[in-house]
């Protein structure tokens, strides 16, 4: 009976140290655990759409036909590199060249491509440089600058005209375009013709920039040097101002400022 007794108690002690060991599972109430997936489904939600899936989007598209920085894009053999990422239907582009041979370069406001818009906004460096085909220029309605060198070397161009938001054209930009016979720009805020723009074209005597307004000796310096620019055609409530920036000692070639 003494043994019973011992081993009773013994087993007791062991059931007890059983109890405290092993940890009890704590049932919450079943609100307060819907409630808890519900904020964490909320997060997990929230995440994917504000970084994760934006990430994936920009990856997918790349492969697609781009909105990452620098994806060169091509739609009706002209070429155009992303400048700013398509957010929200902001995105843009600068054309750079054509794919192929082209007459007449026609640049619209915007392109589509995989369903994203992109708005046109500047003709990059040297990108038609040399271009043997090229006979008339119309620039887009959101093109801002036209970059250094754009159109050196086009043999054949004879006109250029449109761009009714340029606002600065670059440095050698028309350089050596012997049958450049035609400038009309439309734009109200052209605020600078780059140095030799035009040298050595000598069928183009007129540039018309009649609805300029915002241009200033800065602006226009060594911009004629070179060129065969005879006219300057403005608006007539800028011809006073235009004539003393237009001036042979600053635009590098004397010319007649007028309406």
């Known amino acids: 009976m003494k043994h019973l007794k011992i081993t009773t108690a013994l087993l007791s002690a062991l059931m007890c140290a059983s109890m405290v060991m092993t940890p009890v599972p704590v049932i919450a109430d079943e609100t307060e655990a819907t409630e808890t997936q519900k904020i964490e489904e909320t997060e997990i939600e929230e995440a994917s759409v504000v970084f994760p899936v934006t990430l994936k989007k920009c990856a997918s598209n790349a492969v697609a036909g781009g909105e990452n920085l620098k994806d060169v894009l091509t739609v009706g053999g002209l070429k155009y590199r992303v400048t ?14 054509a794919e192929e041979q082209v007459t007449n370069v026609s640049i619209p406001g915007s ?6 818009v992109y708005k046109i906004t500047a003709i990059g460096e040297k990108a038609f440089l040399n271009h043997q085909t090229i006979k008339s220029l119309n620039i887009g309605s959101n093109v801002t600058s036209i970059e ?8 054949k161009l004879v006109s250029v005209k449109g761009g009714s938001r340029l606002k600065t054209i670059g440095a050698k930009t028309f350089v050596g375009c012997p049958k450049l016979k035609t400038f009309n720009i439309t734009s109200s805020v052209l605020c600078k013709i780059g140095p030799y723009a035009f040298f050595g074209d000598r069928t183009l005597k007129t540039l018309q920039i009649k609805k300029t307004t915002k241009l200033t000796k800065a602006g226009v310096k060594n911009s004629l040097r070179g060129s065969f620019v005879k006219t300057v055609k403005v608006k007539k409530s800028k011809i006073k101002k235009y004539k003393k920036i237009f001036k042979k000692n600053n635009c590098g070639k004397k010319v007649n400022v007028k309406k």
């Open 84 to 97: 700013s990422p398509a957010v929200n239907g902001t995105g843009t582009v600068k054309l750079i060249g």
């Open 148 to 155: 250094d060198q754009a159109f050196s070397g086009c043999i």
């Open 111 to 116: 392109v589509t491509v995989q369903g994203i």
